[in-house]
């Protein structure tokens, strides 16, 4: 079978089943709120993503704790009311017949105060970060 025709063939990834092989990587579109709450832009984005036929979207880097946010406008993980939010992702991207799946991530001490709006953790621990002087923490 040729690769071409192979990409919509259905997959699956456990109990994950895929309606093909399109998969939409993981990127951050910095378009939730401060709490890392979905917009309605987002929601809509992965409306689109799922109705054009992408079978697997996987979410940008979701913080798991609110001193672990990497970028701003990032989707957050962190706690029920988010993931109650996030809810709202899955239930698009279901009802046009996608799958989705959330990148779990930390920053650790790779982000600023000024991003995650607490004292990142880590960053006194980490002996590299220390060599970056001209980074703000
Ligand atoms: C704006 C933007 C945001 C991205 N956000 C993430 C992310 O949150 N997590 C991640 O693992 N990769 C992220 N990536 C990397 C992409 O998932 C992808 O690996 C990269 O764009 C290369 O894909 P390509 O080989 O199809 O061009 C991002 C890329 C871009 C351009």
């Known amino acids: 079978m040729p690769p071409s025709r192979q990409l919509l063939q259905t997959a699956a990834i456990n109990r994950l089943r895929l309606r093909n092989r399109l998969v939409r990587s993981a990127t951050w579109e910095g378009m939730c709120d401060p709490r890392g709450i979905p917009g309605e832009d987002l929601i809509d984005r992965y409306r689109q993503l799922a ?80 060599t970056r002087s001209s980074r703000r923490r």
Request: aromatic share 4%.
């Open 51 to 130: 109705a054009g036929g992408v079978g697997l979207i996987i979410t940008g880097f979701a913080y798991v704790a609110q001193e672990g946010k990497l970028l701003p406008g990032a989707l957050g993980l962190q706690d029920d009311a988010s993931a109650r939010a996030v809810r709202q992702l899955v239930e698009v991207v279901h009802a046009a017949g996608g799958r989705i799946c959330a990148q779990l991530g930390h920053a650790g001490g790779q982000t600023r105060r000024d991003i995650c709006g607490t004292t990142p953790s880590l960053h006194r621990r980490c002996s590299w970060t220390s």
